[in-house]
């Protein structure tokens, strides 16, 4: 982080609070407002639910990359058909996708957690990819997850060698994971397979309920959420206030795109001098724009132009 490019001052508000919620606005600059039964947490969470159209009329950044020639894969241990992830990835770009299922069970039986394979093992797996994208010459886009630091107390891989003294496994599932994405970076750096590549490290959201809640209750108004750039040649104001929302033009514009005013649908690239949301209508302001809007629950996810 201290070599890349930082924002320290983004807020979290409605829309933006789960890992799907986290991902739309990240990656396409609105927040996930629940339209009707078209609401990830309704009968969809279920690997076998009906599929939905999810937000077709709402373009982000899987499906401009899409249109300019990008090979996309989206990689996470656990499983693709909850909270609707395989929808939004598939049908924003057509990203390639791997997940819980995607390899045989007695694969993975020695790196599964409650949620699925364990980090470390991802990223293994995400590595030899990295490499297969590389060697093709075409553009790329590689995004990962990681589950290791979810709640009540963190799933820290067994081949995680740490010589840590801690009272929550919470806390080496944080150390463990921070050393497993930091070694994948070095390592492709070192391997010269990041060279003309942008690296984007970012949280989904906040966190919720786990082993140190009384220390994040006590900041819980300064709470932010994580979000550096690797090999980007565009500086960013570290304190500007925006949202997870702005991530989208931000990535945009780092890559070179041009944005008038800043702007890609909600959200403002914290490079631009334009107001964002959070500036113009501060915290308590924007929950009560969002929270409940229909028509904007009705646009964002109309079927049609």
């Known amino acids: 982080?201290?070599?890349?490019?930082?924002?320290?001052?983004?807020?979290?508000?409605?829309?933006?609070?789960?890992?799907?919620?986290?991902?739309?606005?990240?990656?396409?600059?609105?927040p996930l407002l629940p339209h009707g039964l078209n609401n990830v947490f309704y009968k969809y969470n279920k690997d076998n639910r009906k599929s939905i159209a999810f937000m077709p009329q709402v373009t982000c950044l899987s499906d401009q990359l899409a249109a300019d020639g990008y090979t996309q894969h989206y990689m996470n241990g656990a499983s693709l058909d909850a909270f609707g992830k395989r929808d939004f990835w598939t049908q924003h770009g057509g990203v390639k996708l791997f997940g819980l299922k995607s390899l045989p069970e007695d694969q993975i039986a020695n790196d599964r957690n409650f949620w699925g394979m364990n980090d470390d093992f991802l990223f293994d797996k995400a590595a030899q990819q990295l490499r297969t994208l590389k060697a093709s010459g075409a553009p790329f886009s590689l995004t990962l997850l990681t589950l290791a630091t979810h709640g009540p107390d963190g799933f820290s891989s067994p081949n995680c060698n740490l010589d840590l003294e801690v009272k929550s496994s919470m806390a080496r599932a944080i150390a463990c994971t921070a050393k497993t994405v930091r070694g994948f970076v070095e390592t492709a750096l070192e391997d010269g397979l990041l060279d003309n590549t942008l690296v984007v490290i970012l949280s989904d959201h906040l966190a919720y309920e786990n082993a140190f809640d009384d220390q994040l209750n006590a900041h819980a108004d300064s709470r932010r959420n994580l979000f550096f750039m690797y090999n980007s040649a565009v500086p960013t104001p570290a304190n500007r206030e925006g949202l997870t929302?702005?991530?989208?033009?931000?990535?945009?514009?780092?890559?070179?795109?041009?944005?008038?005013?800043?702007?890609?649908?909600?959200?403002?690239?914290?490079?631009?001098?334009?107001?964002?949301?959070?500036?113009?209508?501060?915290?308590?302001?924007?929950?009560?724009?969002?929270?409940?809007?229909r028509k904007l629950a009705a646009y964002l996810w109309r079927q049609s132009q």
Request: aromatic residues 4%; hydrophobic residues 35%.
């Open 1 to 30: 982080a201290a070599q890349s490019v930082q924002a320290s001052n983004l807020h979290q508000t409605i829309g933006g609070d789960t890992t799907i919620a986290g991902m739309v606005s990240t990656q396409c600059g609105v």
């Open 245 to 293: 929302i702005d991530i989208y033009p931000t990535i945009l514009t780092a890559m070179g795109y041009q944005l008038e005013n800043g702007r890609a649908n909600m959200g403002v690239a914290l490079q631009s001098e334009t107001a964002s949301l959070i500036s113009e209508y501060k915290s308590d302001g924007l929950r009560k724009l969002l929270k409940g809007n």
